[in-house]
């Protein structure tokens, strides 16, 4: 859909697609990583894992890794779980049901949750009654008179939640983006990421780890003054954060176990510190 035009008409047949594009991409992954394991799960995560794979098969060739684009954290827990992929990233923590089905999670870093616009934006900073504003409808130009164009997440997705709980008035905002025609939705982090950077005036929700590992055009937006860094994250300064998890079956194969055992060590850790993210 064009900037500034109708809201898409067919949401359902655009998700049926995107499954069936993602079964398929199960699929291939699968045939291609004999010996070794697939990784998919929450965008926020997967520019990160896809650094730390080049990494780790550097010295463990006989291990290939392949990486499952846009299957969100719901999609990789239940692929896991189903044993189409050996491990899942996930930028929110398990539910009770998951758990049930034999879900297990390791938190292993956090990164800024922050608001991005394209690194060729002027915009360097907003406040939270700014963003209310736009969310609402009452701004709908920036200050050199260019058109906003609010990039919306699906309601159920983890960043609209976090957008939600801000402040009341930033929910109540985003509930009349919501309802606004011509407003996009953008399914997954990826396609929100690529339409901030291509829409002129475009504004949404991101992650410094996704931003920096997949060396993405945005700028990651100062809030209410704070500057969106791991360090600022890590001390409180800047209080937005993703919690970010791998999840794997209650059994996990010995490849899986490597891995996640490099992610944790020091040189898994500095590609994390490297890349928008701190350990907890």
Do not use: C
């Amino acid at each position: 859909m064009k900037p500034g035009g109708r809201r898409e008409a067919a949401p359902l047949r655009g998700a049926r697609a995107t499954a069936l594009a993602l079964l398929l991409g199960l699929f291939n992954a699968a045939s291609a990583v004999a010996g070794g394991f697939t990784i998919g799960g929450s965008g926020a995560a997967i520019g990160t894992m896809q650094l730390l794979a080049n990494e780790f098969t550097a010295k463990n060739p006989q291990i290939p890794i392949a990486m499952v684009p846009k299957l969100g954290s719901r999609g990789g827990i239940n692929a896991v779980l189903d044993g189409a992929i050996g491990l899942a990233v996930t930028s929110r923590a398990l539910e009770q049901g998951e758990r049930k089905r034999g879900a297990v999670e390791i938190e292993y870093a956090r990164t800024p949750f922050v608001f991005a616009v394209s690194a060729e934006s002027g915009v360097s900073a907003i406040t939270s009654r700014e963003l209310a504003d736009i969310y609402s409808g009452k701004t709908t130009a920036w200050s050199d008179g260019s058109p906003v164009r609010v990039m919306l997440r699906p309601p159920g997705d983890v960043d609209t939640e976090m957008v939600r709980n801000l402040s009341p008035e930033i929910g109540r905002g985003l509930l009349a983006a919501t309802a606004r025609p011509g407003v996009r939705v953008s399914v997954n982090d990826q396609d929100a990421a690529s339409d901030i950077e291509r829409i002129p005036g475009a504004i949404g929700p991101s992650t410094l780890a996704l931003i920096v590992s997949e060396g993405r055009a945005l700028r990651a937006l100062k809030f209410d003054g704070r500057e969106p860094t791991p360090m600022n994250a890590a001390s409180g300064a800047y209080p937005y954060h993703k919690r970010l998890f791998l999840v794997t079956g209650g059994r996990r194969a010995a490849e899986v176990e490597r891995f996640i055992a490099f992610v944790r060590s020091p040189a898994g850790r500095k590609i994390l510190l490297g890349n928008g993210q701190w350990i907890p």
